[in-house]
């Protein structure tokens, strides 16, 4: 049975979708079963992966009003091997839309049973906000991936997530968890870097993975292409970076 994991901070520019869209193509690459769920209408994840978002005729907008189930609307991202349940601008409307529907916050949830059995790994790219979407996400999800950039607004927007995780775990997910937090950006210069890092250490322990993500350009030029890291410079530190973060991720998973 698939492992769902929303990966999420309600501070944007952290590396969320990087994340998503380059764990995906690792794990693929370790022969794990994968579907990255695009849930920000910016669609940068389905870009990412080399799909065309404006060529879309359906998304997983659709997927959320119930039109089409997930099988329907799943592309596969030939070049990393992992499949994507792609979004575009349609997924805007999808805030107003879901709040006349029955079982508004559990819509995705309930569509994920169709796949359960096809995948090793679920991961939901989150919009850096809480609204439907994201509350959709974290009800669908098992744990919450976490990716901080170690600078000074970390902390409190790391508080204001916590809130919200424990609110939707009494309220619609009473099995959610924290997977893990991910030091995103990382640039071992600055003094304010080992600072945050030594109270991220503090406060969550085990819970802060080894592995950190550094600030790396060809990391950030794979978008463009179309394609992730490991597929557009696979020796760069970007790409190596998250080769053993999906590494320590399956051993952690496997002891837990």
């Known amino acids: ?21 380059n764990l995906a193509a690792s794990l693929a690459a370790m022969k794990r079963r994968v579907l990255l769920i695009d849930l920000d209408p910016q669609g940068n994840a389905t870009t990412g992966s080399g799909l065309a978002k404006e060529e879309l005729d359906t998304s997983v907008f659709d997927v959320l009003i119930g039109t089409h189930g997930v099988k329907d609307v799943m592309k596969l991202c030939e070049s990393a091997g992992y499949h994507v349940l792609p979004a575009n601008g349609d997924l805007t ?10 079982s508004k916050e559990t819509r995705l949830r309930a569509s994920l049973y169709e796949v359960e059995n096809d995948f090793d ?10 609204n439907m979407l994201t509350v959709n996400a974290l009800a669908a999800a098992q744990s919450v991936l976490i990716p901080v950039q170690c600078e000074y607004y970390a902390l409190e927007g790391l508080s204001a997530l916590l809130q919200t995780i424990e609110t939707i775990s009494g ?39 080894d592995t950190v993500i550094p600030r790396n350009i ?14 557009y410079e696979k020796q760069s530190r970007g790409a190596i970076a998250y080769l053993a ?10 002891v837990a």
């Open 1 to 21: 049975m698939a492992k769902i994991i929303a990966v999420t901070n309600q501070k944007g520019g952290v590396g969320k979708t990087t994340t998503c869209v």
């Open 93 to 102: 409307g999808a805030e107003v839309v879901l709040l006349d529907l029955p």
């Open 121 to 130: 790994f679920v991961l939901l790219d989150c919009p850096p906000s809480l």
């Open 171 to 209: 309220a619609l997910n009473p099995a959610l968890s924290i997977e893990g937090i991910i030091r995103t950006m990382y640039d071992p210069r600055p003094s304010l870097t080992h600072d945050v890092s030594s109270q991220l250490l503090e406060h969550f322990g085990e819970k802060v993975f």
């Open 218 to 231: 060809r990391l950030a030029e794979a978008p463009s292409y179309g394609l992730p890291v490991l597929h």
């Open 245 to 254: 973060l999906a590494g320590e991720f399956v051993r952690k998973r496997a």
